[in-house]
Structures are given as structure tokens and as C-alpha cells.
């Protein structure tokens, strides 16, 4: 085994590199010329070739694409991605670590949603398979996956907060100005995560151990929890620990819809501002995190199988 | 497969509310009761009326109109985002597949690592990158999700070069190939086609959210998602203009979703029914 | 003697979207104590069908008709909580596979243990105990670290042993086997067998035994049952089925198997 988990980060090695190399080719991708962009963002009245120049030299350009890679790379493992375009007082960290807080805690909020509302609808959706219920959430389900994101988001503020005046409608500070945005982050994973759940327990339900534990006469909830949901869980953990970042990542658009101060906000501002550095650096940011959170739940399953952790015996 | 296909009543069902809608779009000009720029600020907010049958927006534009002129780009630009994934994912599966080595491990590399890659940001970072316009946000659409195809036609191609490779070294010309690609197509096709239709649902879902936040289709042009950002900014005085754009885009987004279940199960090898 | 189990007239029928496809057609035999039933058929036959369907294992697309009386009752009116009690405790089975009938994740002591904890009141000192000595009865060394492994760790031999040791531990009125030995090696089969043979003499625990292999059927039981489709073709001792079999597919089973055992020998004397 652990040769397994040390083949796994060496794996993930490459990737990091790859993804930071496409965040770094991202920069200079831009059919503008940095260096002009960057005076034009920061609303420079004239722009003189000097200007470019200082700027160029300001900013490294004039450097070779690799010594560029390099020290692009040594400077991001120190943390220091440069300073945002549009406000050049502020650095790129800053900008992301104040936004930060604010979308983890979303995300977190909307993963315990998640995991509270789908768990028990999945496994239940699996006991009763065709049963009234399963096939009302399966409708549901269906119907939530085609619907767009910010429009439930948009509903639910009208539903919610004009209508029936139960949560304030955007912005932060409380635990109410939670809610909303968490539930409707939450709503387009959820749908994903039930389907997860009940194929895989009925998936499991077909399995050898299921038919000579009922042969050894146990009770039905006996097997279903500990011996069937446990099995089917276990084949999730990895799509379950992904839902972390995806989750971080899913939340721009929720942010956008609700005022909420996080990074997604950051994110589309930057867009609109073309403050290049920051929308590189979640970028990356992401891609980080996503190659982490994937590795670090691969290992997680690993250990937790007993047929994969003795290899030497 | 065909014939399993038509026999499904629920894809069938889909494909005709989907080429009802295709065709309403098309002919929009012909269908829309009004022009969906025209603007009547001193009718806007109406109710709804034999005229204008969905009542009108913020600037007295007809909401119907809107919504049918609405459908071109919403279909225009997944089909295009469609064709573009699956040219660029068949190119790069068939090199692949057909030249083994280094070429078809940098290709397959980059199919893993844009696999990996968490695609609603892959596709803001592409439209940050080249700028707010269409054109941009077909490309990030097929930029993402190239890789999913490529790995699929490599697969195929791996299949069947293996099985014909003592005959394609007496391949003198491009015989070979024709038949290759008549044994390949079927089997490519039926994959293909489920993967397409629950991708186009994908396709029109991001390209409603950007246009959503402003930066995909402009306005004043109607557009499913962009009308909602409108609607948003008068939610409180306006709440129907919210209804009729979002159940459009369900609607269709939802019926590609069952066509590509039901294409699932009428061209799954094991459903032959006996 | 009235037997232990009398199974008259089952009908088993498949359900698969509006199609029927009947698999047992109409099923009767008894099994007396202490008397060990072979059930002789190819796959498809519809022996195993049998046996779960007496049990009560099949699921909702299947239906059972018939009758099945085992202590005045019968089996198949009765309801599925009433079936669970029996089962595992009074009635036990072995099944084919047993590398793949364990849970993966749980070690042998735990999943032996839920079984006596289902049936049985008995302190977890009483479990352990007791699951020692079921493994020591079937003659398998160090019970104390089989117990802490998980089934991936054990062979298929070792597995099966256990699954029989465990059905035999609550010293039920019958013991079905279905095929015990397929899935197994030659050599493991035979220890396997020998463990079987010990059970029919020590106990009065009656048998059913069900495999497609003559060979295992000689070993051990008194009865023989053929199953061909459905149906009984046949019916008798070992040596009536041998010889003087009345269907023609048991005269074609065993003239198979004639001249397999008769190609053995032959090779035997050649080397």
C-alpha cells in the first residue's frame, strides 16, 4: 500500500505541473500585450512607449518563456502571485485570502446540506426502489439537472425572501444570509449525489455477501446499513471528498445572484476588469485544489479497504 | 438501431418537441408576434393579452417574441459548441488511436488533464482569456469537453486497428480505412449520440449562465439567460418576467436529457429484445 | 419416519417485464433426518431455483407456488419475518462462491459473531468462544488468527470451510448445500467433502445436496434427485440412477459420465 500512495503523488506531480504551466501560458495567451493592458487597466491618461517598456520590465516580460515558468512557479510557492492589475496596491494573495473565508464557509454550509439531504433520500430511493417516493425524487431530481443554477437561486429569493419575507435576499453577515445561497448550491449537487448513492446500493444489493447474509437470516436493516450502505459509501468516498472543490468551484455563479462576498464574486469582477493575475491565480487555485482533494481521497480509500491495505502479508 | 430507436416512444416524443422548437426558432420572423427589439417604454410590464401573449419586459419589448427569437442562439450555439467538441475530440481520438507513441501519450495526457480539470472554471478562465464575446464561449465550451470524445473514438480506434491489423499491413490505399470506418461508425455513433445529447443540455445550461452574468450574448440581443438577468434587476416589480425564460431553457434542457436517457436504452447492445 | 421436509408440487415462476418464464414446473421430494437428498441437474435445471425458493430467497420478480412443510408449517405461506428466524438457525445453506460471500470489509470474527448474535443470546465471550470451536471442528489451525483476518486473506477452500462450520453451527434440522464443491480445486474438494461426510455421521442433521458433478453425488447421499428443466427426470438411489435410469437424459448424464471415468482409467493404465 504504501507503494500505491507514493505512486499516487508522484502521479499527481505532472499534473500540478501541467495545470500551472496552462495557468502560466494562460497570461500570455491574451491577444493584447500585458503590459498594455495592464497601463490601460490601471487608467494611465497616456501611454507612451516608455511606459510599455517600464512596465514590461516592471512585470518580467522581457524575460525567456522558461526562465519566466520558473520563476513564476518559485514565486507561487511563495505564495506570491503578483499584484492584481487593476489595483496595483493590492496583491493577488490579498485579494484571495480576504475573499477566501467567505466561500469556504458557503461551500462547507452547502456540503453539509448535501450530505444531510442526499444520504437518507438515496438510501431510501434505493430500499423502495419504484416506490411512490423513489420515483417523485427521481422526477425531482431530473428536473433539478436541467434547471440553471442562479434561477433557482433567483426563485427561491423571490419565493423566500420577497414573498414570504423569511431571509433577508443577498449579501452576508449572518447566519441567515447563509441559508438561501447554501441551498441553492447545494440543490444542483444534491440531485448528482442521490443518483450516486442509489446505484450504488443497488449496485451492491446485487452482490453475493447480500444473498448469504440473508441466508444466514439476518435482519433486513442489519444488512442494509451495515453491510450494504457501508459497501456503497465506501465506493463513493472518493466522488464524496471531490465534492469539496467542486463545491468551491460551483459556487461563482451562486455568489454572483446573492452578493455574496467570496472568491466567484472576485472571479467574474475580475473577468469584467481583465485583472489577468487574479483570474490566473484561482485558476490555479482551483486546479490545486481539485488535484489535492482528488489525491488525498484516492489514499483515504485506499486505506479504508482492507483488500488494498495488506498487499504484504 | 434505428428501428430500436423509433420504437422508443420516448425519444421519439423528444425529437419531435425538439425540431417543433428547432423550427419555431428558424422561423422565428414568421412566428414571433412582434420584433423582439421594438421598444414601447410606455407599455412595458403589461399583462398578458392576445397581442402580446407573454406581456412585455422592462423596455415594452414582447416577452413572447423575445422567447422564440431567443431560441436561435440558445440551439445555434450549443449546436455549434456540439460540432466543435466532437470535430476537434474525433481529430484528436483518431490521431491517437491511429499513431501510436509519443504523439497519441501527449495527447491522451492532455484528455487526462483536461478530464481532471473542474469545467465550469475552465470555461470562465477561457472567456477571461480571449474576452466577453460568442464566439469566445464556444470555444471554452469545446475546449472543455473535446477531451471526453477524444478518449472515447481512441478507445474505438484501438479496437478495431487491433482487430484488422494483420490486414491493414496488406492495406494498400485507403480500402482499408473505408472499411474500418464502416465497422467503427455504428458502434461510435450509438455512443456517441447519447453522449452528444446529454452534452448539449450542458452546452446550453453554460452558455445561459454566462450570458446570465453578462458575459456571454449581449443585450440587447434576446437570449434565455440574459432575459433573466434582466428579469432579475426587476424582481420585485416584475416577478413573472423570471418564469417564462427559465422554464424554457428546463424545457429544453430536460428533453435533451430524456432523448439522451432514451437513446441510451434503445441502442444498449444488452436491451435486444428477443 | 415422517420427514423433516416435504416439498409438494412447487412451481417457480420469472416475471421479466410482462413475460413469465416458468423455471421449476411442478417439484416434489422429501428429505427424512439423518438421510442426505442429492439434487443431480446441469445448470439451468433449476435446482438451486429450488432450494431458494423453499428458503424463501427470491425476490419479488419471482413467484412460488406449492407447498413446502417443514415442522407443520409451510414454508412458502409463511411470512418473510417468520422465514428469517428459521433461516440461518433451523434451516442453513452453503453457497457456491465463498470467496465472494463474505462482506469485504468486515473481518471473519465480526460477521460470524452478527450471525450468533441474530440467533442465539449469548455474550460476546460466548460468541468468541463459540467461534473458535467452530473453526477448531473444522479442522482448521491457529482459529484465533483466522478469526482477526478479512476473507480476501483466506483462500476459497478455507472460506467454504467456515461457511460450513457456521451453518452447522446452530445444529440445524437441515443443511442445503448448493454446490459446495464447484468452485473449489480437486484437492481442497476433497477435504471439503470428507468435512460433509463427518456431518451426515455425527449428526442427525438431514441434507440437501445439489451439484451437477456424479461423482460428489456417490459420496454422500442416499436419495438422488435429477432435475432437468424444470422437471424431475428422475428419482432413486445412487445405484437405480446409475444403472437402471428410466429419463433419457439421465441415461445420457451417466453414459457422460462413464466415459469420462472410463478415459481416466484408461489414461491411469497407459502412465
Known amino acids: 500500500m504504501k507503494s500505491y500512495i507514493i505512486k499516487r503523488i508522484l502521479s499527481a506531480v505532472p499534473l500540478l505541473l501541467c495545470i500551472s504551466f496552462l495557468c502560466f501560458v494562460f497570461i500570455n495567451l491574451i491577444p493584447s500585450d500585458p503590459a498594455e493592458v495592464a497601463l490601460r487597466v490601471r487608467q494611465t491618461p497616456i501611454i507612451t512607449e516608455e511606459a510599455i517598456a517600464e512596465v514590461r520590465a516592471e512585470l518580467g516580460l522581457d524575460d525567456p518563456y522558461l526562465v519566466r515558468y520558473v520563476n513564476w512557479v518559485w514565486s507561487c510557492l511563495h505564495l506570491d502571485f503578483g499584484v492584481s492589475y487593476t489595483n496595483p496596491s493590492r496583491t493577488v494573495l490579498g485579494e484571495l485570502s480576504r475573499c477566501l473565508p467567505a466561500t469556504a464557509v458557503l461551500a462547507m454550509t452547502s456540503l453539509v446540506f448535501v450530505i444531510v439531504l442526499s444520504l437518507p433520500i438515496g438510501f431510501f430511493c434505493a430500499v423502495y426502489k419504484d416506490s411512490w417516493f423513489d420515483r417523485l425524487i427521481r422526477g425531482i431530481v431530473f428536473m433539478t439537472t436541467a434547471m440553471p443554477a442562479y434561477w433557482i437561486g433567483l426563485l427561491l429569493i423571490w419565493l423566500v425572501s420577497i414573498q414570504l419575507d423569511l431571509l433577508p435576499t443577498s449579501g452576508s453577515g449572518s447566519v441567515k444570509h447563509l441559508i438561501l445561497p447554501a441551498f441553492t448550491v447545494s440543490l444542483t449537487y444534491i440531485s448528482t449525489y442521490i443518483r450516486l448513492i442509489r446505484n450504488n446500493m443497488l449496485e451492491n444489493m446485487k452482490e453475493d455477501y447480500v444473498l448469504y447474509a440473508n441466508v444466514r437470516g439476518l435482519k433486513q436493516s442489519n444488512i442494509l446499513i451495515r453491510h450494504i450502505l457501508k459497501n456503497s459509501l465506501h465506493t463513493c468516498i472518493v466522488a464524496i471528498g471531490m465534492s469539496v472543490p467542486q463545491l468551491m468551484a460551483g459556487t461563482i455563479v451562486v455568489e454572483n445572484v446573492f452578493a455574496w462576498p467570496g472568491l466567484g464574486k472576485l472571479c467574474i469582477n475580475s473577468i469584467f476588469n481583465r485583472d489577468y493575475p487574479v483570474i490566473q491565480t484561482y485558476v490555479l487555485l482551483i486546479g490545486t485544489l481539485f488535484v489535492v482533494f482528488n489525491l488525498l481521497f484516492d489514499i483515504i480509500q485506499c486505506i479504508a479497504d482492507p483488500r488494498l491495505r495488506r498487499e504484504v502479508s | ?274 | 419416519m415422517a420427514p423433516v421436509l416435504e416439498v409438494k408440487d412447487l412451481y417457480v415462476d420469472f416475471h421479466y417485464k410482462k413475460r413469465v418464464q416458468p423455471i421449476v414446473k411442478g417439484v416434489s421430494f422429501q428429505v427424512e433426518k439423518g438421510k442426505c437428498l442429492g439434487i443431480l441437474g446441469e445448470s439451468g435445471s433449476g435446482k438451486s431455483m429450488t432450494a431458494k425458493a423453499v428458503m424463501g430467497l427470491l425476490d419479488k420478480s419471482f413467484s412460488v407456488k406449492g407447498q413446502a412443510l417443514y415442522q407443520g408449517q409451510d414454508l412458502i405461506a409463511c411470512d418473510s419475518e417468520a422465514l428469517r428466524k428459521i433461516r440461518g438457525k433451523e434451516i442453513c445453506m452453503i453457497l457456491q462462491n465463498p470467496m465472494t460471500c463474505f462482506d469485504p470489509l468486515y473481518r471473519i470474527d465480526s460477521q460470524m459473531g452478527e450471525t450468533f448474535a441474530e440467533h442465539a443470546r449469548l455474550t460476546k465471550e460466548e460468541i468468541h468462544l463459540k467461534s473458535i470451536q467452530v473453526l477448531e471442528l473444522m479442522q482448521i489451525h491457529n482459529p484465533e488468527e483466522v478469526l482477526k483476518k478479512y476473507p480476501h486473506q483466506l483462500s476459497g477452500g478455507m472460506l467454504q470451510r467456515i461457511m460450513i462450520g457456521l451453518a452447522m453451527a446452530l445444529e440445524p434440522d437441515i443443511l442445503i448445500a448448493d454446490e459446495p464443491t464447484t468452485a473449489i480445486d480437486a484437492i481442497t474438494q476433497f477435504e471439503v467433502m470428507k468435512e460433509f461426510i463427518r456431518i451426515k455421521q455425527e449428526t442427525k442433521t438431514a441434507m440437501i445436496f445439489i451439484t451437477h458433478d456424479l461423482s460428489v453425488i456417490s459420496q454422500i447421499s442416499d436419495q438422488v434427485l435429477v432435475m432437468n428443466q424444470g422437471l424431475v427426470a428422475d428419482r432413486g438411489t445412487f445405484g437405480e440412477i446409475m444403472d437402471h435410469a428410466k429419463d433419457p437424459y439421465t441415461v445420457l448424464l451417466v453414459e457422460k459420465k462413464k466415459a469420462v471415468i472410463g478415459k481416466y482409467r484408461a489414461a491411469l493404465e497407459r502412465g
Open chain 2, 1 to 274: 438501431m434505428w428501428k430500436r430507436l423509433f420504437q422508443n416512444r420516448m425519444a421519439v416524443i423528444m425529437i419531435g418537441l425538439l425540431l417543433l422548437i428547432a423550427l419555431m426558432g428558424i422561423f422565428a420572423p414568421w412566428v414571433a408576434p412582434h420584433d423582439p427589439y421594438e421598444n414601447d417604454i410606455l407599455n412595458k410590464f403589461a399583462g398578458y393579452s392576445l397581442s402580446y401573449p407573454l406581456g412585455t419586459d422592462q423596455l415594452g419589448r414582447c416577452i413572447m417574441s423575445r422567447m422564440i427569437y431567443g431560441i436561435r442562439p440558445t440551439l445555434f450555439l450549443s449546436m455549434m459548441t456540439m460540432l466543435g467538441t466532437i470535430g476537434l475530440g474525433t481529430i484528436m481520438g483518431l490521431l491517437a488511436g491511429y499513431f501510436r507513441g509519443p504523439l497519441e501519450e501527449v495527447i491522451m495526457r492532455t484528455v487526462d488533464v483536461m478530464m481532471s480539470f473542474p469545467s465550469q472554471i475552465m470555461v470562465f478562465a477561457v472567456v477571461a482569456l480571449l474576452g466577453i464575446d460568442v464566439r469566445n464561449v464556444i470555444m471554452a465550451n469545446v475546449f472543455i469537453k473535446w477531451a471526453w470524445y477524444a478518449r472515447m473514438i481512441r478507445t474505438n480506434v484501438m479496437k478495431y486497428r487491433d482487430r484488422n491489423f494483420v490486414l491493414f499491413s496488406r492495406t494498400i490505399g485507403s480500402g482499408e480505412r473505408f472499411i474500418l470506418l464502416n465497422h467503427m461508425l455504428p458502434s461510435i455513433a450509438s455512443e456517441m449520440a447519447v453522449l452528444a445529447t446529454l452534452d448539449i443540455g450542458w452546452a446550453i445550461l453554460n452558455i445561459s449562465t454566462l450570458s446570465f452574468l453578462g458575459l456571454g450574448v449581449q443585450a440587447p440581443t434576446p437570449e434565455w439567460g440574459a432575459m433573466l438577468n434582466e428579469a432579475r434587476n426587476v424582481m420585485t416589480t416584475n416577478p413573472v418576467q423570471m418564469v417564462a425564460p427559465g422554464m424554457a431553457i428546463v424545457v429544453v434542457v430536460a428533453a435533451f436529457n430524456m432523448l439522451g436517457d432514451a437513446l441510451r436504452d434503445a441502442l444498449d447492445p444488452k436491451e435486444v429484445q428477443i
